[in-house]
């Protein structure tokens, strides 16, 4: 189960390992007064798919900023020990496995 840690007005995540295709990795709840998010992992691929009403996901994934690329090229698939992000405004985020390779240590952390 994923452990979720506030620091004032600061949220970490530590997701669960995946082992397969699309493995729910993180499932916030609602997380609306957050905006900016910062997402990594040590192994494996993972995709963001988000709900603004926190009923409804999108059905492609979110596209993100590699913060570690030397272009400005938003990517749709993390890489792993690479950190990502993405600005949003959304009560809900939901990271998933994104091929068979097992997805490991998931952490997501969010600021206002």
């Known amino acids: 189960m994923a452990d979720f840690n506030e620091f004032g007005d600061r949220l970490i995540i530590t997701g669960d390992d995946g082992t397969n295709d ?7 709840g609602d997380i609306s ?5 910062f997402l990594m992992s040590t192994q494996g691929a993972m995709d963001v798919f988000v ?12 596209s993100l900023i590699d ?4 272009t400005t090229a938003p ?7 690479r950190l990502y992000a ?3 405004k959304v009560r809900y985020v939901r990271v998933l496995q994104n091929g068979a ?7 997501m952390f969010c600021a206002p």
């Open 22 to 28: 699309n493995d729910v990795l993180i499932q916030t």
């Open 33 to 37: 007064k957050y905006g900016s998010f």
């Open 51 to 62: 709900s603004i009403d926190g009923t409804n996901y999108t059905t492609a994934p979110l």
């Open 67 to 70: 913060l570690g690329a030397t």
């Open 75 to 81: 990517v749709l698939v993390t890489v792993a020990n």
């Open 86 to 88: 993405f600005p949003a």
């Open 101 to 107: 390779t097992a997805a490991l240590n998931p952490s």
